[in-house]
């Protein structure tokens, strides 16, 4: 039996390389873009970033732009709302490790229900604020200033 490839899947990228538009975007004052979205001139900022950091790798930063647009629009589920006020911040830094390696369909988008369920399943789930100390939340805080954790 053979294995079809379908050829409108977005390649994965790596953590860091789609880290690139996600610090652009807290850089330019949108940290809660993955919350309220962004519009579109603001998105093409974001862009404009990856286009000049993977100057030299074009399939890199098609890939990373794809991702990263897609990232915005499957928050757009209320579960992923809910899920993000219910965690803050530090889902950003799973959402977006998420992001990086999920199938990603250029028609499709992101599956909003396994990207709930990879979220929900997480380290980085908090369902009282007592049953988590604050110190394990900084390894995903410095993964997303750029620090080393």
Same mark, same amino acid.
């Given at each position: 039996?053979? %294995?079809?490839?379908?050829?409108?899947?977005?390649?994965?990228?790596?953590?860091?390389?789609?880290?690139?538009?996600? @610090?652009?975007?807290?850089?330019?004052?949108?940290?809660?873009?993955?919350?309220?979205?962004?519009?579109?001139?603001?998105? %093409?900022?974001?862009?404009?970033?990856?286009?000049?950091?993977?100057?030299?790798?074009? %399939?890199? %930063?098609?890939?990373?732009?794809?991702?990263?647009?897609?990232?915005?629009?499957?928050? @757009?589920?209320?579960?992923?709302?809910?899920?993000?006020?219910?965690?803050?911040?530090?889902?950003?830094?799973?959402?977006?490790?998420?992001?990086?390696?999920?199938?990603?369909?250029?028609?499709?988008?992101?599956?909003?229900?396994?990207?709930?369920?990879?979220?929900?399943?997480?380290?980085?789930?908090?369902?009282?604020?007592?049953?988590?100390?604050?110190?394990?939340?900084?390894?995903?805080?410095?993964?997303?200033?750029?620090?080393?954790?």
């Amino acid at each position: 039996m053979s %294995r079809q490839i379908d050829t409108s899947d977005i390649p994965p990228v790596s953590l860091e390389q789609l880290l690139v538009p996600m @610090r652009a975007a807290i850089a330019n004052g949108q940290g809660l873009a993955l919350l309220n979205g962004m519009s579109e001139a603001a998105i %093409r900022d974001i862009e404009t970033v990856v286009w000049k950091h993977f100057a030299g790798a074009p %399939r890199t %930063r098609l890939a990373v732009a794809l991702r990263f647009r897609a990232l915005l629009d499957v928050f @757009r589920a209320r579960r992923l709302k809910q899920l993000f006020l219910m965690n803050g911040f530090k889902l950003i830094a799973r959402a977006v490790h998420e992001a990086a390696n999920q199938r990603l369909n250029a028609e499709f988008g992101f599956n909003a229900h396994k990207f709930v369920l990879a979220l929900a399943t997480g380290p980085t789930v908090q369902r009282h604020p007592a049953q988590r100390p604050f110190e394990q939340v900084k390894p995903a805080i410095a993964v997303i200033a750029g620090r080393a954790a």
